[in-house]
């Protein structure tokens, strides 16, 4: 089984930066993309930005505004999200998720994005900014 751990959360200020790590241990046979996503309190789980592992192709959500770039080193099994220019509304609960294959019957917290079905999470790295 895939296991993520969020590092690199802390509390800034509006237009400070953070960079997030994600680094992935355990079964990774079969995992394709990693991707991060949030959520504000209050609100839904939120897609932000996923890459695949093969090439490092990446794609961002539509409401992503150029803010945020996801990179992986493959060689440390880790996975980045840059946050640049954070914004107040920007607070929330990030984490990383890796994709899995979901069959028939089959139960979990997935959530579908891109056509991907990413079901695999970290416990999360909380993002707070400050005006």
């Known amino acids: 089984r895939v296991q993520l751990e969020e590092s690199g959360g802390g509390s800034v200020q509006a237009g400070g930066s953070l960079k997030l790590s994600c680094a992935v241990s355990g079964d990774t046979t079969g995992t394709t993309t990693m991707g991060w996503f949030r959520r504000a309190p209050g609100k839904a789980r939120e897609p932000l930005a996923g890459?695949?592992?093969?090439?490092?192709?990446?794609f961002y959500a539509y409401s992503v505004d150029g803010r945020l770039t996801i990179s992986q080193d493959n060689f440390k099994r880790t996975v980045y999200l840059q946050l640049n220019n954070l914004a107040p509304e920007d607070t929330a609960t990030y984490y990383c998720a890796a994709d899995v294959v979901v069959g028939p019957g089959d139960s979990g917290d997935y959530h579908y994005w891109r056509s991907i079905y990413f079901g695999h999470w970290g416990q999360g790295t909380q993002v707070t900014v400050s005006s």
């Open positions: 890459i695949r592992i093969a090439d490092g192709s990446a």
